[in-house]
């Protein structure tokens, strides 16, 4: 943990940095990974916080913000040195300041290309207009929005496409769906991403069988994790008779971010708790990860959870039953059952 240890700089994804509870003994923070919030920049600008910005195609960081109190919007910042920044129209062309366009960056460290991909390659690098010196003389077009302000510093706004960041992964939500169509009982479907309360961003998936013989979550997970990692799996899934069309007959993505989680697919048979210990964990675990009703049986991992949820399940075990497990325990017993018996009181202090 990053609590009360006397390390002076980290780096942290912001959902990861709102999830924390208690005071970080730290002289500096840098927020990387994904957009965070204005309030979130405010409420640590006092640890000299500092919001990144810059795709992994261009050495990690192209842009870098020192986060102040008085800052009235989320600032990525300026470019660092080396790096140049241009804000585009679809005819890469240069926009004045206030107005939104593509982010395309020009860097010393700047990537070669995507591998075995000549086609993407050529789209996002491409020959810079403004520069022919090298190494300046390619530019990479990162598909995010955003403006220049007049103070000089650049705003992220959203990204163009249907690109979103999870826990600090840049995830296609089209490619799990192309993987969720390969199965033959499913005829249609379509992933998208929902925040929770907490500003966490998390996947959902919608299908449509082509029968009425349908699929389990937990068979539907398999198929996924056969070709995807873990962290593009959705974390809910729903069965539909059909999509729900809007006035130009179009998937109406806002009214399925509407539906009831409470109808999604079980992620497996609900196995009530059977011990008082079991019972006390229950809803520790539907509070973390925001589902209810938790079985016993049911997998963290497959309801939601991943390793930045961790410690916090692990404080809030230690709060509410003064007991604890370690990270690697949730991993070898990701259910509340199996979890339960390695749960051992924490040691008093004297």
Same mark, same amino acid.
């Given at each position: 943990?990053?609590?009360n240890k ?9 959902s990861?940095?709102k999830s924390?509870?208690? !005071?970080?003994m730290? #002289? ?5 990974g ?5 309030a979130?920049?405010?409420?640590? %600008? ?6 990144v910005y810059?795709p992994?195609?261009?050495?990690i960081?192209a ?6 109190p008085?800052?009235?919007?989320? %600032?990525i910042?300026?470019?660092?040195a080396?790096t140049k920044?241009?804000?585009?129209? &679809? ?15 020009s ?7 995507y591998?075995?991909q000549?086609?993407l ?8 207009p403004?520069?022919n ?6 530019l990479?077009? %990162?598909g &995010?929005l955003?403006r220049?302000?007049p #103070?000089?510093n ?6 163009? &496409?249907?690109?979103v ?10 490619e799990i ?5 390969t199965?033959?009982r ?6 998208l991403s929902?925040?929770n309360?907490?500003?966490?961003k998390?996947l959902?998936a ?7 013989q349908?699929?389990?979550a937990?068979?539907l997970?398999?198929?996924l994790k056969q070709?995807l ?8 899934f729903?069965?539909?008779e059909?999509f729900p069309? !809007?006035?130009?007959?179009?998937? #109406?993505r ?5 539906? &009831?989680?409470?109808?999604a697919?079980?992620v ?6 059977e ?9 520790i675990?539907?509070?973390?990860l ?9 997998n ?7 390793s930045?949820r ?5 404080i809030?075990?230690?709060?509410a039953?003064h ?7 949730i991993?070898?017993?990701p ?9 051992k ?6």
């Amino acid at each position: 943990y990053l609590q009360n240890k006397p390390y002076t700089m980290a780096t942290i994804i912001p959902s990861r940095l709102k999830s924390l509870t208690h !005071n970080l003994m730290l #002289d500096k923070i840098i927020m990387a990974g994904e957009s965070c919030s204005l309030a979130l920049m405010r409420k640590w %600008s006092t640890k000299v916080t500092l919001n990144v910005y810059g795709p992994t195609e261009t050495a990690i960081c192209a842009t870098a913000h020192y986060c102040l109190p008085k800052d009235s919007y989320v %600032s990525i910042g300026r470019p660092l040195a080396n790096t140049k920044i241009y804000i585009l129209n &679809d005819q890469l062309q240069p926009l004045p300041i206030g107005c939104i366009g593509e982010i395309c960056i020009s860097v010393i460290g700047l990537a070669t290309g995507y591998l075995n991909q000549p086609t993407l390659t050529a789209e996002k690098f491409i020959y810079n207009p403004f520069c022919n010196h090298p190494p300046y003389n390619r530019l990479y077009r %990162s598909g &995010d929005l955003g403006r220049f302000w007049p #103070d000089g510093n650049l705003e992220f706004i959203w990204r163009m &496409d249907q690109q979103v960041k999870i826990r600090g992964f840049r995830i296609e939500p089209d490619e799990i769906t192309a993987c969720l169509l390969t199965h033959p009982r499913i005829d249609q479907a379509l992933v998208l991403s929902k925040e929770n309360t907490e500003h966490e961003k998390y996947l959902v998936a919608f299908i449509v069988f082509k029968t009425k013989q349908t699929l389990s979550a937990t068979q539907l997970i398999a198929h996924l994790k056969q070709t995807l990692p873990d962290y593009m799996i959705p974390a809910l899934f729903f069965v539909l008779e059909h999509f729900p069309l !809007n006035q130009t007959g179009k998937i #109406d993505r806002a009214q399925l971010r509407r539906l &009831d989680e409470q109808n999604a697919l079980p992620v497996s048979s609900y196995q009530p708790p059977e011990t008082e210990l079991q019972k006390q964990l229950q809803p520790i675990w539907s509070e973390l990860l925001h589902r209810s009703p938790i079985g016993i049986d049911d997998n963290f991992f497959d309801l939601g959870g991943h390793s930045l949820r961790i410690p916090s399940l692990i404080i809030a075990v230690e709060k509410a039953l003064h007991q604890t497990f370690s990270t690697t325990d949730i991993y070898q017993y990701p259910t509340i059952r199996a979890l339960a018996p390695c749960l051992k009181a924490i040691p008093s202090v004297s």
